[in-house]
């Protein structure tokens, strides 16, 4: 594994987690809710009374803040080494994994280690255990 120095920003790395722990730190004490954009999305599948407005707000402003940050500042252009269809099954064992384990991993990594709870302690190892297992897999089992 090589890092590639030209592009690596552990500044901006960081402000984006701080960001991120603001932003979940903010709804859940505004909201009472946790930002697990799994629950989130999934509550516009069966939609309560005055529940739409502030999901669909939230879902539209994760497709609006990299769209406006992109208008001030060129991104870099990210490479994907995989196949249609290696994304796609990709996807859907995600959301079959975020319905499996009740949540997502900004669910239960963010949010829910910060309030210090069990289960997400063991979701979110499971998460990691599976995604290195995958990698090592593809890159040095099936290469």
Do not use: K
């Not at 809710?33 to 879902?59: K, Q």
């Not at 500042?73 to 099954?89: F, R, S």
């Not at 384990?101 to 069990?118: F, Q």
């Amino acid at each position: 594994m090589t890092i590639d120095w030209n592009h690596f920003t552990p500044g901006m790395s960081l402000l984006g987690g701080v960001l991120i722990g603001l932003a979940s730190a903010l709804f859940i004490l505004t909201n009472g809710r946790i930002a697990g954009i799994s629950g989130i999305l999934g509550g516009l599948l069966r939609p309560h009374r005055g529940d739409i407005v502030w999901r669909l707000a939230f879902l539209l402003g994760l497709i609006l803040a990299p769209a406006l940050v992109y208008a001030f500042m060129p991104l870099v252009e990210p490479t994907i080494d995989a196949g249609t269809g290696t994304l796609i099954a990709a996807g859907l064992l995600v959301g079959v994994g975020t319905r499996y384990g009740g949540g997502c991993t900004s669910g239960h990594g963010v949010c829910g280690l910060s309030r210090l709870s069990p289960r997400s302690l063991v979701a979110t190892l499971a998460f990691m255990a599976s995604g290195m297992a995958i990698v090592f897999v593809m890159r040095h089992l099936l290469a």
